[in-house]
């Protein structure tokens, strides 16, 4: 599900399960050992990438319908790990967008320091409320580091999910280039960060979302967000957003 190649010091992270790399429960926690793993090491940063022409188009949906509660509950919790353990990541962190970063796939690419996105087909953007599920807080204080003001609330509770050159226009990507030019231009920009003295970088990017860190750790609100997850309401909601999915791509 995950390839790891060191590239020149830095490495490189490939997501790789399925068609969509859709995030359950076994997926998450692979990809927090491969993230603690290189850290662990003398690397100097992490690209995370995906296979072929999609980043992440998040959450497993099919499978959260198919599994129960203590599924979804061990599954939200690993989740949020993952996120914390992307957003903590004290080296250099650049993603390299291939394709679709939807939903929770876009929550892990805020999570980078720097956000590059080929060109093409691909969308961007957290549709979260149109599918009837509400965010764990540690992802919605992410998108909020990322985005600011008015570009937050556009892309929140419209449920965005947008072009490449949109989503530059909102921030939710750093740069554009073509798509065979997405890995050179991703190792150009960590190498820059990386060349920066690491003790430095390290305290300084601590410095700037300790903020952040310091609201989704103190949140009242996960219950809650577990509580809705697994609500007949809220399952209701994914089983229609799922069969129109599939509706859409059989047509």
Same mark, same amino acid.
């Given at each position: 599900?995950?390839?790891?190649?060191? *590239?020149?010091? $830095?490495?490189?992270?490939?997501?790789?399960? &399925?068609?969509?790399?859709?995030?359950?429960?076994?997926?998450?926690?692979?990809?927090?050992?491969?993230?603690?793993? $290189?850290? +662990?090491?003398?690397?100097?940063?992490?690209?995370?990438? &995906?296979? !072929?022409?999609?980043?992440?188009?998040?959450?497993?949906?099919? /499978?959260?319908?198919?599994?129960?509660?203590?599924?979804?509950?061990?599954?939200?919790? @690993?989740?949020?790990?993952?996120?914390?353990?992307?957003?903590?990541?004290?080296?250099?962190?650049?993603?390299?967008?291939?394709?679709?970063?939807? =939903? &929770?796939?876009?929550?892990? +690419?805020?999570?980078?320091?720097?956000? %590059?996105?080929?060109? &093409?087909?691909? /969308?961007?953007?957290?549709? !979260?409320?149109? %599918?009837? %599920?509400?965010?764990?807080?540690?992802?919605?204080? *992410?998108?909020?580091?990322? #985005?600011?003001?008015?570009? #937050?609330?556009?892309?929140?509770?419209?449920?965005?999910?947008?072009?490449?050159?949109?989503?530059?226009?909102?921030?939710?990507?750093?740069?554009?280039?073509? +798509?065979? @030019?997405?890995?050179?231009?991703?190792?150009? /920009?960590?190498?820059?960060?990386?060349? #920066?003295? /690491? =003790?430095?970088?390290?305290?300084?990017?601590? @410095?700037?979302?300790?903020?952040?860190?310091?609201?989704?750790?103190?949140?009242?609100?996960?219950?809650?967000?577990?509580?809705?997850? @697994?609500?007949?309401?809220?399952?209701?909601?994914? !089983?229609?957003?799922?069969?129109?999915?599939?509706?859409?791509?059989?047509?």
């Amino acid at each position: 599900m995950i390839h790891t190649e060191d *590239i020149n010091g $830095i490495s490189v992270l490939t997501l790789s399960r &399925g068609k969509a790399n859709a995030l359950d429960l076994e997926f998450c926690t692979e990809i927090v050992k491969a993230v603690e793993d $290189i850290l +662990a090491s003398e690397s100097g940063g992490l690209i995370l990438t &995906g296979n !072929e022409n999609i980043f992440s188009a998040g959450v497993d949906l099919p /499978r959260i319908l198919n599994e129960d509660a203590s599924y979804t509950s061990s599954f939200l919790f @690993q989740l949020r790990k993952l996120f914390e353990t992307l957003f903590t990541f004290p080296k250099p962190f650049v993603a390299a967008i291939n394709g679709h970063a939807i =939903a &929770g796939g876009c929550v892990m +690419a805020c999570c980078a320091d720097f956000r %590059v996105m080929a060109h &093409g087909k691909g /969308r961007v953007g957290a549709p !979260e409320l149109r %599918v009837g %599920v509400p965010f764990p807080t540690v992802a919605l204080e *992410i998108m909020r580091f990322s #985005l600011s003001g008015r570009r #937050l609330d556009q892309v929140m509770f419209g449920g965005l999910t947008v072009e490449p050159m949109e989503a530059l226009s909102l921030g939710l990507v750093n740069s554009l280039v073509p +798509a065979d @030019q997405l890995m050179s231009e991703a190792m150009l /920009r960590i190498e820059s960060l990386a060349s #920066l003295p /690491r =003790a430095v970088f390290a305290l300084t990017k601590q @410095q700037l979302r300790a903020p952040i860190v310091d609201r989704f750790l103190r949140s009242p609100f996960d219950k809650d967000v577990d509580n809705l997850w @697994q609500s007949p309401e809220t399952r209701k909601s994914i !089983e229609k957003f799922v069969s129109e999915k599939i509706k859409k791509s059989a047509s």
